[in-house]
Every structure is written in structure tokens, then in C-alpha cells.
Nanobody
């Protein structure tokens, strides 16, 4: 049974940093496409960053390039999202997601061309002074 549990959200001032974690169970991270999505109030859910572990490919949305970094620890079964230089427009509920696929590219999942099969419950990130 696949489970994804996010943690690490909170309130941070503009320019600050947060690191989100996603504890994955029931599957191996390196056999899936995995990533982070977010949904702000009144907006559609969007892909932030995704990675295809077995080939080391990553994708970042233009809005977070140079500020956010996705990484994983296969031994711990944990996915991370390091967020630096946070802006008020980064405020959203952040979701961890995964898809068991040997053919889906990281960008394809992140842009919803082949959406994730599994979702976490989400963690709130609020950027405000």
C-alpha cells in the first residue's frame, strides 16, 4: 500500500527558507516518478518539481527555478523540497506525489500530461511578513 506523508510546512517571512519532507512507504523511490505539486486558494494544482530517480532527471517550474531544489534519500525512503528565497506567491498547500511508470518523464508528470497516481495529504506553506 503506497503512502506519502508530507511535513515541514509553516509560516515564513519573504526571503526565508523551508525544507519539506515526504516520507514514502509501500514502494521504492527509485522505481517511481516522484515530485511536488502545490495549490493556492482559487487556483489549479500545479507541478513545482519532479524527478525520475532511476535516470536522475529533474524538472522545475519556471517560477521556482534557482530557488527550489528537489532531492531524495532512497535509504530513508524520503523525498525533499528545499525552498529558498520564498515569496508571498509561493503560499500554497504543497503535495507530494508519485507515479509507478518506466516511461513517464519528470516533466510530463509535473505538467499533468501523465498525472500522478498517488498523493499525500498536503502541508501548508505560508509566506508572509
Amino acid at each position: 500500500q503506497v503512502q506519502l506523508v508530507e511535513s515541514g510546512g509553516g509560516l515564513v517571512q519573504p526571503g526565508g527558507s523551508l525544507r519539506l519532507s515526504c516520507a514514502a512507504s509501500g514502494f521504492r523511490l527509485d522505481a517511481y516518478v516522484i515530485g511536488w505539486f502545490r495549490q493556492a486558494p482559487g487556483k489549479e494544482r500545479e507541478g513545482v518539481s519532479c524527478m525520475r530517480s532511476n535516470v536522475g532527471s529533474t524538472y522545475y517550474a519556471d517560477s521556482v527555478k534557482g530557488r527550489f531544489t528537489i532531492s531524495r534519500d532512497n535509504a530513508k525512503g524520503t523525498l525533499y523540497l528545499q525552498m529558498n528565497g520564498l515569496k508571498p506567491e509561493d503560499t500554497a498547500v504543497y503535495y507530494c506525489a508519485a507515479k509507478y511508470s518506466f516511461s513517464t518523464a519528470a516533466q510530463t508528470m509535473c505538467t499533468m500530461g501523465d498525472p500522478p497516481s498517488y498523493w499525500g495529504q498536503g502541508t501548508q506553506v505560508t509566506v508572509s511578513s
